[in-house]
């Protein structure tokens, strides 16, 4: 089992940042990629970026291309979402994932993940 708390939500203006962090506990040596994730209401959840938790090699939806950046710190079993140029539209609760399996790496489809945080508002005002 891997047990994920997410953290650094909040209310920005439209324009400014934010970052989230995923803290991993447990069996981390079983982590192969950590995902973002976001669910605005009425809406499926969807992708915002992917990690390999080795390597770092990355994957970004189309939407966070540019603007987001996703990172990793093995050492302290983390997780980092840093959100630039916010956008009213990028409001959602943000959800961390881990992915155990080697052949879905960086995968954007959310079956694919095993674990996930309880999630993190996220609210940019124009």
């Known amino acids: 089992q891997v047990q994920l708390v997410e953290s650094g939500g909040g209310l920005v203006q439209a324009g400014g940042s934010l970052r989230l962090s995923c803290a991993a506990s447990?069996?981390?040596?079983?982590?192969?990629?950590m995902g973002w994730f976001r669910q605005a209401p009425g809406k499926e959840r969807e992708f915002v970026a992917a990690?390999?938790?080795?390597?770092?090699?990355?994957n970004y939806a189309d939407s966070a291309k540019g603007r987001f950046t996703i990172s990793r710190d093995v050492a302290r079993n983390t997780a980092y979402l840093q959100m630039d140029s916010l956008k009213p539209e990028d409001t959602a609760v943000y959800y961390c994932?881990?992915?155990?399996?080697?052949?879905?790496?960086?995968?954007?489809?959310?079956?694919?993940?095993?674990?996930w945080g309880q999630g993190t508002q996220v609210t940019v005002s124009s």
């Open positions: 994932a881990v992915d155990r399996s080697s052949y879905t790496k960086l995968s954007p489809r959310p079956g694919n993940y095993d674990y």
């Open positions: 447990g069996r981390t040596s079983s982590i192969n990629t």
């Open positions: 990690v390999a938790w080795s390597g770092g090699s990355t």
